[in-house]
């Protein structure tokens, strides 16, 4: 089993500043990882595929990259309304493991 | 506009089974892969399963393989999970996703909105 490794567990951005989180495989998942939003009370939301596409509707101020077993998603200015739980998920290899999640706060 | 709206949890006893179902609409229901993924209370996400539009190809995590059953009916847009010998540790929150590609395993760019399963004595 592939084990994703997100970190740091929680991040602390002032508004307008930028976010980076990461998340290592344990072995190479090509591009195979989408990254997802959670908000306090919400269902799982798509923001980027492929690890650099961004989903439909996805704000520009988010962006994925990375490949192989290192990937970085960027907030570029954080809003009130990015406070939530981002998780990592790899499809490259059954079973599609996500990661344990980085909560980020104001 | 898309939907899949889950049904089918509840509170049941260990040893137990539950029938979960998730109603797709707004998509070529046939034409894409579709998963199951738990989230139990204040954890993460859990993957649990995978099924392929054509319903040829079946995926399951280790903690519920042998167990759970995951099957679709593309005539009636269904997913559905048939849970047996149910244990304290599938309590959760079960999502049915929509992978984001046709034929092509991916990311999941539709979540129901989720069917609470209890397992507890």
């Known amino acids: 089993e592939i084990v994703m490794t997100q970190s740091p567990a929680t991040l602390s951005v002032s508004p307008g500043d930028r976010a980076t989180l990461s998340c290592r495989a344990s072995?190479?998942?090509?591009?195979?990882l989408a990254w997802y939003q959670q908000k306090p009370g919400q269902v799982p939301r798509l923001l980027i595929n492929?690890?650099?596409a961004r989903a439909s509707g996805v704000p520009a101020r988010f962006s994925g990259s990375g490949s192989g077993t290192e990937f970085t998603l960027t907030i570029s200015s954080l809003q009130s309304e990015d406070v939530a739980v981002y998780y990592c998920?790899?499809?490259?290899?059954?079973?599609?493991?996500f990661g344990g999640g980085t909560k980020v706060e104001i | 506009e898309v939907q899949l709206v889950e049904s089918g949890g509840g509170l049941e006893q260990p040893g137990g089974s539950l029938r979960l179902s998730c109603a797709a609409s707004?998509?070529?229901?046939?034409?894409?892969?579709m998963n199951w993924v738990r989230q139990a209370p204040g954890k993460g996400l859990e993957w649990i399963s995978y099924?392929?539009?054509?319903?040829?190809?079946?995926y399951y995590a280790a903690s519920v393989k042998g167990r759970f059953t995951i099957s679709r009916d593309n005539a009636k847009n269904s997913l559905f999970l048939q849970m047996n010998n149910l244990r304290a540790e599938d309590s959760a929150v079960y999502y049915c996703?929509?992978?984001?590609?046709?034929?092509?395993?991916?990311?999941?760019?539709?979540w129901g909105q989720g069917t609470l399963v209890t397992v507890s004595s």
């Open positions: 492929g690890a650099s």
């Open positions: 072995q190479t998942v090509t591009s195979k």
């Open positions: 707004g998509f070529t229901f046939s034409d894409y892969s």
């Open positions: 998920q790899q499809y490259y290899i059954r079973p599609f493991t």
């Open positions: 996703a929509k992978d984001n590609r046709p034929r092509e395993i991916s990311g999941y760019d539709y």
């Open positions: 099924i392929s539009s054509s319903s040829s190809i079946t």
